[in-house]
């Protein structure tokens, strides 16, 4: 079975903190996510990794960034919390796809739920 | 363009009943469609997925039709169960060379059934 950890559940943070979010896979996928969800929303992809050191943008990067430094792991940072990224933060990964070739399955994390005050 | 559309936001279905859950989008480039299935407490699971070459997927219960000119998809739940109740999401996917693709998805739907 897949597996994608977060490192935590809950988290409460406050404002200007900086803010690191551990994801770990253990299923050797190159592709790697971090969505963040919110009620009326639905997810809304913030950053995303197709090997180790890289990293591409989402449609909502302001405000995080990310690192890959093994495949396994992809974490998130905010470098100075603020209340609206109070949220639902999910990982996800994914085997890499080939064009034309078939569409990937993601595999999410269980979330963590940040919130900033 | 990026963007797929999803209704109704909330859906109250009694069992046994058939729910359906609509999402429509714009970029013809998507290639891909898959449907995510979310309990209170965990992350989203694929449920069930469609390419753009057939016009409907069945699998058990659960039912994609894909209507290409019209650029819309549905998921139909028959027997509407309890133990269906969660938060579904559409998406599609638009293939990314050597990246695998993103996926753009749906606001998402809430659904309870009923007993």
Redesign the interface.
């Given at each position: 079975d897949v597996k994608?950890t977060q490192s935590s559940r809950y988290l409460v943070k406050r404002t200007g903190e900086k803010v690191f979010l551990e994801c770990v896979q253990d299923m050797d996928h190159?592709?790697m996510?971090w969505?963040r969800q919110d009620?009326?929303?639905?997810?809304?992809?913030i950053y995303?990794s197709?090997d180790v050191k890289m990293k591409?943008k989402?449609?909502i990067p302001e405000g995080y960034s990310v690192s890959r430094e093994k495949k396994e792991r992809f974490s998130l940072i905010l470098e100075s919390a603020s209340t609206n990224q109070t949220s639902m933060y999910?990982c996800?990964s994914?085997?890499?796809?080939v064009?034309?070739q078939?569409?990937?399955?993601?595999?999410?994390?269980?979330?963590t739920r940040l919130t900033v005050t | 363009q990026?963007q797929v559309k999803?209704s109704p936001?909330s859906l109250i279905v009694q069992k046994g009943g058939i729910s359906i859950i609509n999402c429509a989008y714009e970029n013809t480039a998507f290639?891909?469609f898959?449907w995510?299935q979310q309990f209170p407490?965990?992350?989203?699971?694929?449920l069930i997925?469609i390419r753009p070459d057939v016009s409907e997927k069945k699998e058990g219960r659960f039912t994609i039709s894909f209507n290409k000119s019209a650029k819309q998809f549905s998921l139909h739940i028959m027997d509407s169960q309890p133990g269906d109740s969660a938060t579904y999401?559409c998406a599609a996917?638009k293939?990314?060379?050597?990246?695998?693709?993103?996926?753009?998805?749906?606001?998402?739907t809430e659904l309870s059934v009923k007993p």
């Amino acid at each position: 079975d897949v597996k994608v950890t977060q490192s935590s559940r809950y988290l409460v943070k406050r404002t200007g903190e900086k803010v690191f979010l551990e994801c770990v896979q253990d299923m050797d996928h190159e592709n790697m996510f971090w969505y963040r969800q919110d009620p009326g929303l639905g997810l809304r992809l913030i950053y995303f990794s197709y090997d180790v050191k890289m990293k591409e943008k989402g449609d909502i990067p302001e405000g995080y960034s990310v690192s890959r430094e093994k495949k396994e792991r992809f974490s998130l940072i905010l470098e100075s919390a603020s209340t609206n990224q109070t949220s639902m933060y999910l990982c996800a990964s994914s085997l890499y796809g080939v064009r034309g070739q078939g569409a990937e399955e993601q595999y999410f994390g269980p979330g963590t739920r940040l919130t900033v005050t | 363009q990026q963007q797929v559309k999803q209704s109704p936001q909330s859906l109250i279905v009694q069992k046994g009943g058939i729910s359906i859950i609509n999402c429509a989008y714009e970029n013809t480039a998507f290639d891909y469609f898959p449907w995510y299935q979310q309990f209170p407490g965990k992350g989203p699971a694929l449920l069930i997925a469609i390419r753009p070459d057939v016009s409907e997927k069945k699998e058990g219960r659960f039912t994609i039709s894909f209507n290409k000119s019209a650029k819309q998809f549905s998921l139909h739940i028959m027997d509407s169960q309890p133990g269906d109740s969660a938060t579904y999401f559409c998406a599609a996917r638009k293939s990314l060379y050597n990246q695998g693709g993103k996926l753009i998805f749906g606001q998402g739907t809430e659904l309870s059934v009923k007993p």
